[in-house]
């Protein structure tokens, strides 16, 4: 099961941190990841990172502005989401699966075999 949580309203500028909290079973030997969806547009791929080792994945609209982590000692992967834009409003949904997903794979949805309930994230102007 995940959890997500820490979404809500930002203006234009401003930050907020997403936390995905995995329990039920381990994902120690996976990957999590987090994608969004915004209103009439199809789910698309925001980060991602490996349980271990130091591989971690951004979506070129959100290089230099969004961070993932992970706490491993708390199941729990975060997103670090910097100078938000209106158009990073969205739902955003984290993901995670139970083995290593290759690089060329990381960014698609159907890599994922668990997801969380989503947490709106609105960016006003």
């Known amino acids: 099961q995940l959890q997500a949580s820490g979404g809500g309203l930002v203006q234009a500028g401003g930050s907020l941190r997403l936390s995905c909290a995995a329990s039920?079973?381990?994902?120690?030997?996976?990957?999590m990841g987090w994608f969004r969806q915004a209103p009439g547009k199809e789910r698309e791929f925001v980060a991602a990172?490996?349980?271990?080792?130091?591989?971690?994945h951004y979506a070129d609209a959100v290089k230099g502005r969004f961070t993932i982590s992970r706490e491993n000692g708390k199941n729990t992967v975060y997103l670090q989401m910097n100078t938000l834009k209106p158009e990073d409003t969205a739902v955003y949904y984290c993901?995670?699966?139970?083995?290593?997903?290759?690089?060329?794979?990381?960014?698609?949805?159907?890599?994922?075999?668990?997801w969380g309930q989503g947490t709106q994230v609105t960016v006003s102007s």
């Open positions: 993901a995670a699966a139970p083995k290593r997903i290759i690089v060329s794979a990381i960014s698609t949805h159907t890599s994922y075999g668990y």
């Open positions: 039920g079973r381990t994902f120690s030997s996976g990957t």
């Open positions: 990172i490996r349980w271990h080792g130091v591989s971690i």
